[in-house]
């Protein structure tokens, strides 16, 4: 190996500019899921306008990760870590161009349900399990920045703290649903808008998975250390 | 080959110092102007002078420590110029960044990492300041020399709001600075406040009604009736009660929403908190016909707390187990040490064989007047406040709160307490 020292630097940049567009998509996605969910606690048709706009970026910022990935590939044949680094980009970006349309999906429905007739606490509900996967990808988007991969493997178990919160959700719904015909199409948009919610946690757990590979070539173990935890419900969710 | 930070950064930083060093008038300058703009800034100010002049002290001996503990380790000569700058920089409660031309960070103060995480010499500072208007900002000062933001807001995984002030400390060697100052306080009590208006005036409707109703009796059909007068005034005694407790719950909940992440230093002694609190309900357990277990183990079992807030918790927990799982009749309270998310911790368990929690409800019990029975909350002089109030008191003492439960079986809920507080 060896590569001119003004080489490895151009190298060094080349990285440096896929973490940056992953921190710009990310630092997008996040807004853009708060911003949904906001614009339809609120019924903010403003909000909801700019969040389905903020979509583009997150296309853009994709294409892009994409071109110059395929770029450095071709002009580098990088190896092992730099490779996976590269890779890892392309899948991270990918999971966040995903969260984008999730919450511009959220975001679309926000005025379907804007008479806000329906009781304060499926909003509240909605909010709470939309912290939980905020939560998550804050810690991934950390994680990818910090470089430490001893948290990850939690992602996972709180993962399943979102579907379970999700389910209870459900069955909210829909016994107010069955309750009364009249909320069953608001319900219905309440209802996708937490399955959107459910499905970004799960991206945030993808991309968990991405980084861990990125930092140790390996996949992330199934099984974690035993925390005697396995089968409580972690009550720690922000209001 | 790889991008590893680490490798390239110590050459970079001691050239960059040792301009800082030339400039130290120019920093000193900045600051003055910036402390005049917003005297908020001056401990802020001070202390990223010193910083600077710390730092520029170590590279003009150019030892540079490379690991984790820079600054720690240079000679008596260098460490007296050098402690102060940092000592002052993290004694200060603003956190505090200062990062470089390429945005990566160069320091990072005590305040900023408890606020923000992990925060390492060499970290991107856009990886970690993602949001759009943060990345605006770094792009604005390195440009310009100096920018602000109004409000910086963070939802996740505890509610944050800062006015960010950046300025460049040393244009000419490309370190800026990042202030921090903490506006939470206005924006929670502007959202206590409709937040108390939303559940508050609800939940004391309904005693308010029933009062109301008894007095209109009391002066009407019940005038010359004793006896339902009587009746009418123990309810009517009970109905403010209530109110009473649902006052004082909602005082409790605010004074701890107004510092939820003001974490406890003091060490306290879990297994005296927790005996003291079965102690103190022995009359309600006796009451409720519960026999009570007690397991601790032996040995040093404290952890970084405020001990009436913990005390707090238990009472809430323990009376909850009383109240609710009286079926049960039995109620076994147990300590014992453990890992939890990999650090060590000491873990509470308050254990009941009442009917227990259907799965459903579990997570979202802690939610401010969620009961899973409103009656049985009520005949039990409930707030349905309890558990939101252990919620916030865990979360400050970055603890967690675990529930485990089985219709039919009974609940066990778990307190979680990190051994070590510094851990985020
Ligand atoms: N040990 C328990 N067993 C069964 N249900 C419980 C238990 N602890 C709490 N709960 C349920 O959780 C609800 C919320 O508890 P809490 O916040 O303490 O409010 P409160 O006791 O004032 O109603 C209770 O109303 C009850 O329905
Ligand atoms: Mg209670």
Redesign the interface.
Known sequence: ?N?GSHM?RA??ED??FL??K???M???A??MV?DAVRALVNSDAGLAESVIAADAVLDDAERDIDDKAVLIIARRQPMA??LR?IIGAIRISADLERVGDLGKNIAKRASAVADKSQP?RLY??LE?LA?LA??QL?EV??A???R?V??LV?VRDRDE?ID??Y??MF??LLTYMMEDPRNITACTHLLFCAKNIERIGDHATNIAETIFYISTGKQMPLER?K???A????????? | MNDNAGNRQPSRWTQKLSEARQTLVAVFLVLAVMVVLEPRLLAAAIAGFLLVAGVAALARSSRWPTGKNQGLQGTSADTKELLPARLLADALDDPMVIFDREMDIVFANKAAILAFGELTPGMALPLKFRAPEMVELVARVIRDGRASLQEYHERVPIERWYQVSAAAVDRAGGLFLLAFSDRGELRRIEKMRSDFIANASHELRTPLASISGFIETLGGPARNDPAAQKKFLVIMKAQTDRMARLIDDLLSLSRLEMKPYSRPDKLVDIRDIVSGVVRSLENLATEQGISVEEHYPDGRLEVPGDRDELIQVFENLLSNAYKYAQSGKRVVVSIERRKSDGADAIAVSIQDFGQGIPREHIPRITERFYRVDVETSRVQKGTGLGLSIVKHILTRHRGKLLVESEVGKGSTFTVVLPERGDLT
């Open positions: 190996m590569r490895v190298f060094d990285l440096r973490s940056s992953i921190a710009t990310g630092g997008h996040e807004r708060s870590q730099d680094e304060v509240r509900g709470a912290d905020l939560a804050k988007l950390d990818y920045a910090s430490s001893d948290r939690y703290q379970v919160m389910t209870s069955r909210e250390p925390d005697d935890e089968n409580a419900v972690i009550v720690d969710q922000p209001e």
